[in-house]
């Protein structure tokens, strides 16, 4: 199964500050039809998980455009550009490629210090 | 609106057996393939099984294959998991959630608590 490792598993931020989370495959991400399939997903305390990236750099809707992705081939990166209080919670990324093993990464919890 | 809503969890004793349900509705169930993933307490997401649109592929993470069948019944909208010789180690939150045909998860349910302690 391909691995998927984020960093850092817990990322305290001061509001209005950036925020990035690195994750990274244990194999490429491109799939034999030329997309890369990686996804974040957000989960606040106490809720489902629930997408904001797909495909490497696509918002979702409603997905404030302080959140952006990016990266290539094993090497992806969330980015938070001004975290807000609700920002607060755990993000994991996804590899959807290797079907049908779809992995996810460890989780990074974002704090407010 | 999509809506999954996922029953049945509850507490049962190690070696028993609990059946899953996540009802679907406000989209086309037949359509889609279906997952299920889940979340020991205050642990991260585990993907566990998936089956494809006709029900004619599935597939279980090495840790429950044998243990867990997944199935789907169109006519009623609804997704299954069948768990048996439950363990301690599957205690989590199960998650039904609908894979949105591009190498994602795009609608997750609320989740159901399956508790495996004698």
């Known amino acids: 199964d391909v691995v998927m490792t984020q960093s850092p598993l817990s990322l305290p931020v001061t509001l209005g500050q950036p925020a990035s989370i690195s994750c990274r495959s244990s194999?490429?991400?491109?799939?034999?039809?030329?997309?890369?399939?990686l996804n974040w997903f957000q989960q606040r305390p106490g809720q489902s998980p629930r997408r904001l990236i797909y495909?490497?750099?696509n918002r979702d809707s409603g997905v404030p455009d302080r959140f952006s992705g990016s990266g290539s081939g094993t090497d992806f990166t969330l980015k938070i550009s001004r975290v807000e209080a609700e920002d607060v919670g755990v993000y994991y990324c996804m590899q959807g490629t290797h079907w049908p093993t779809w992995t996810f990464g460890q989780g990074t919890k974002v704090e407010i210090k | 609106e999509v809506q999954l809503v996922e029953s049945g969890g509850g507490l049962v004793q190690p070696g028993g057996s609990l059946r899953l349900s996540c009802s679907a509705s406000?989209?086309?169930?037949?359509?889609?393939?279906m997952h299920w993933v889940r979340q020991a307490p205050g642990r991260g997401l585990q993907y566990i099984s998936v089956i494809t649109r006709n029900g004619g592929f599935t597939y279980y993470t090495d840790s429950v294959r044998g243990r867990f069948t997944i199935s789907r019944d169109d006519s009623k909208n609804t997704l299954f998991l069948q768990m048996s010789s439950l363990r301690p180690e599957d205690t989590s939150v199960y998650f039904c959630v609908r894979d949105d045909g591009a190498g994602s998860y795009d609608f997750w349910g609320q989740g159901t608590m399956v508790t495996v302690s004698s």
């Open positions: 406000g989209f086309t169930f037949s359509r889609y393939a």
């Open positions: 495909k490497v750099s």
């Open positions: 194999q490429s991400l491109v799939h034999s039809d030329g997309n890369t399939y």
